[in-house]
């Protein structure tokens, strides 16, 4: 009777924990461009971008997307679309070329070498949709599990000469969603 109980306990725990993974829905989309490896990370850091086809086509296609970033040598660790699905494109240990020349608040400079890139795909007339303010709020509680993040930014906040995006993100609501969901 009690090997029976341990099998249904260890059933329903990796029942659970598939569900976690598979809640983020994460599609592997890794790319060849635009990051440099770095086995010596020390991640403290995520930052949300905006983005979205303007050469042609459907605005919100991810192959298109990634299509625009090779050509510009940039990518992210990750891309929410439309729909929430969440499209891993570098591995979180490397160095995604997503923040250029930037610095945060503290004055580190070289913001790729400690930070996970996240772009929301979303245009200057649009806002970030339910599904993926949802995707971003977990996928940002995920990579907390693994880093101690001392910062969640928008790419506005650590470039604003250059840079305003997230487009239409309504920032202080999406914060203290995400306070609200660590509590």
Not at 3 to 29: E, Q, V
Request: aromatic share 10%; charged share 25%; proline share 2%.
């Amino acid at each position: 009777m009690k090997s029976i109980f341990f099998i249904l306990i260890i059933l329903i725990t990796s029942s659970l924990s598939s569900f976690a993974s598979d809640s983020l829905n994460i599609i592997n989309k890794k790319v060849s461009f635009g990051f440099a490896a770095n086995s010596n990370r020390n991640v403290n850091s995520v930052i949300v971008h905006s983005t979205f086809n303007n050469s042609g086509g459907e605005k919100y296609d991810i192959d298109l997307v990634l299509k625009q970033f090779s050509t510009y040598g940039v990518s992210a660790h990750y891309v929410i679309g439309r729909d929430g699905k969440i499209y891993q494109l570098v591995d979180e240990k490397d160095n995604s070329y997503h923040a250029g020349k930037s610095s945060l608040p503290d004055g580190t400079t070289n913001v790729n070498s400690c930070s996970i890139g996240i772009e929301i795909m979303t245009s200057y007339t649009e806002s970030p949709t339910e599904e993926q303010t949802k995707a971003l709020l977990n996928l940002i509680n995920d990579i907390k599990k693994r880093y101690s993040i001392k910062y969640v930014l928008r790419h506005s906040d650590i470039a604003p000469v250059r840079k305003t995006d997230p487009w239409n993100f309504d920032w202080d609501a999406f914060k203290k969603r995400l306070e609200d969901s660590i509590k």
